[in-house]
């Protein structure tokens, strides 16, 4: 049996994360404004829908087209797609609209730095070379520490109360443990093509979602001209686009390596929201960023000292 080792990363793939760090902040921007026409079950619908239409199109046009299931690979491979729909997509997304009702969309951005926090336990449990050593579990216990610096006591205490302030706090959390879970579900997936493995995963998001957005909200006759353009936003860039990018990433340098976008997001998210939206800067955003990116620098150490 071949020995999977960890793979590198090389210059593109840090061109590439530091693109789609760009892209993913600027999506809580996106969902705040396309709240103000639509439902948070038809943002995360109407998102995955046209980034579905897009990747399909595209896997087809290019002669890809989606992964064969006739085989037990195959088959193998969808239950990949199916993870990849639900943890990646679907949870998240709906998550993400809901809160961002009741927390500043700069807020649910710094949450995001969790998910490089929960991908390292992950990967040591199911990724070989990709292992928790002591100075990794000081990184992680450090970073963790940010997070519950940033996420407060009081946001239990609210949730447990029934208070929606605290339920949305938890909700972004919630929604980087499922993005932590989507990540290494795609470094487990067989080798497939990274573009119909891409569009295969939103064609069955799009069938597990847009059913229950129907069900649930009625669509907006007028929404208006920034939501829809929002709207678009969310589905070409973040959802397609950053589809794409995250599945190379993903594939050819780690799950690891690729949850670093997730630092950058935080920061994007508040310069954006800032100045978009004037929301207000989190007290304790400066404490909570220090541990978050001390956490990341002692957990990545061992991994740049392996470096030729």
Partial sequence: MAVMTAPRADLSDWLLVTLLGLIWGGSFLGVALALEGFAPVWVAAARIGLAALVLVALAYALGRGLPAAASAMGRRIWAHCLGFA???????????????????????????????LMVLPLAHLMLPGERLGLVRLAGFLLGFAGVLVLIGIDAVQAALAGEDDGLARLACIAAAACYAIGSINT???????????????????????????????????????????????????????ATLLLVRINRRAGASFLSLVNYQVPVWAVVLGVLVLGEALPPQFLAALGLVLAGLALSRAPAIRRRP
């Fill in 187 to 241: 470094r487990l997936c067989p080798p497939v093509s990274q573009l119909g493995y891409s569009a295969a995963g939103l064609l069955l998001a799009a069938v597990i979602i847009l059913p229950v957005a129907a069900l649930s909200a009625p669509f907006p006759a007028s929404p208006g001209a920034v939501p829809l353009m929002a709207t678009l936003y969310l589905g070409l860039l973040p959802t397609a686009l």
């Fill in 86 to 116: 639900l943890f990646s997509n679907v949870i998240p997304f709906l998550l993400l609209s809901w809160a961002i009702q009741h927390v500043s969309s700069g807020f649910a951005g710094i949450t995001m730095a969790a998910v490089p």
